[in-house]
């Protein structure tokens, strides 16, 4: 069982950062994949990045690559998503997700997600 906490949503400018923090009860969180999700309004929930259960391997949605860089640290149970340059469209609710399986977390495939926290960017 895994229970997921995400935190450091909230209001920006468009070009600005925020850095989103997902913690995981899992005493095995180290050999989970983390990964973190987003819905914008009347939007399917869609992939925004990944990463493999020891940090060696990271994946990202075309739409985020090059402005956002998932992290994790394994000691303290805790995966990161550094967003820069924010755009109005990054505006949705943000779900972190873990899963044994890289292949399914990547898919959403798996039962174990957070309550989603809200990043909103104004132009």
């Known amino acids: 069982q895994v229970q997921l906490i995400e935190s450091g949503g909230g209001l920006v400018q468009a070009g600005g950062s925020l850095r989103l923090s997902c913690a995981a009860s899992?005493?095995?969180?180290?050999?989970?994949?983390m990964g973190w999700f987003r819905q914008a309004p009347g939007k399917e929930r869609e992939f925004v990045a990944a990463?493999?259960?020891?940090?060696?391997?990271?994946y990202y949605a075309d739409s985020v690559k090059g402005r956002f860089t998932i992290s994790r640290d394994n000691a303290l149970n805790t995966v990161y998503l550094q967003m820069n340059s924010l755009k109005p469209e990054d505006t949705a609710v943000y779900y972190c997700n873990a899963e044994e399986s890289l292949t399914r977390l990547r898919l959403g495939q798996t039962p174990y997600w957070g309550q989603g926290t809200q990043v909103t960017v104004s132009s």
């Open positions: 990463i493999s259960w020891r940090g060696g391997s990271t």
């Open positions: 899992a005493r095995t969180f180290s050999t989970y994949a």
